[in-house]
């Protein structure tokens, strides 16, 4: 179903006077580049998430890990069969020893800054079809928060109990 122009511009305004700070969920679990393939599917396991942003060791974002890219790397190497060590339960894949987050990231090709449109973050997320992107500080590049399509989401159906849940 179209809406009518009219009833889509009232949003879009919105969005553009919104800045990605007010909606992102900040201070995200980073990780390093340097950790292994096992600590990052372990952290991921125990916090719940789906991605990550990754930094360099003076913090500033250099890639993006998600849970997919770790299931397109271990069909990419072959390794399908699911295997249970130290507990990890059903359905863990663990990754070739001594593979690290480097191997496995995203190298970040799209950050923003904090102060960027909601509307203009949607469309390039939307343009380059993905599903997080790291929010940069302008003073020195680090790594600040991440905004999901979930957080946008939220945004648009004004949540302020998935808002609260998430830390804003």
């Known amino acids: 179903m179209v809406l009518p122009t009219e009833k889509i511009a009232p949003q879009a305004l919105a969005a553009e ?3 990605i700070y007010e909606v992102m969920t900040r201070e ?6 340097d950790q292994s393939v096992e600590q990052l599917v372990e952290l991921f396991r125990e916090r719940g998430l ?4 990754v930094v360099s060791g003076d913090g500033r974002v250099v890639g993006i890990v998600s849970r997919t890219d770790l299931i397109d790397d271990l069909h990419l190497r072959g390794d399908t069969e699911e295997v249970d060590q130290r507990g990890a ?4 894949h663990v990754h070739a020893m001594g ?3 480097r191997d496995v990231m995203r190298p970040v090709v799209l950050s923003l800054p904090a102060t960027t449109s909601l509307l203009e973050a949607a469309r390039t997320m939307l343009a380059g079809n993905v599903h997080a992107v790291p929010v940069t500080s302008e003073a020195d590049g680090r790594v600040i928060g991440i905004l999901s399509t979930t957080d ?6 004004g949540s ?4 609260a849940e998430r830390g804003r």
């Open 28 to 33: 995200p679990i980073a990780v390093r580049e």
């Open 17 to 19: 006077r919104t800045r």
């Open 160 to 163: 302020p109990l998935v808002r």
């Open 50 to 53: 789906s991605r990550a942003p």
């Open 152 to 157: 946008v989401t939220a945004w648009v159906v």
């Open 89 to 92: 339960g059903h359905g863990q």
């Open 99 to 101: 593979a690290l987050v």
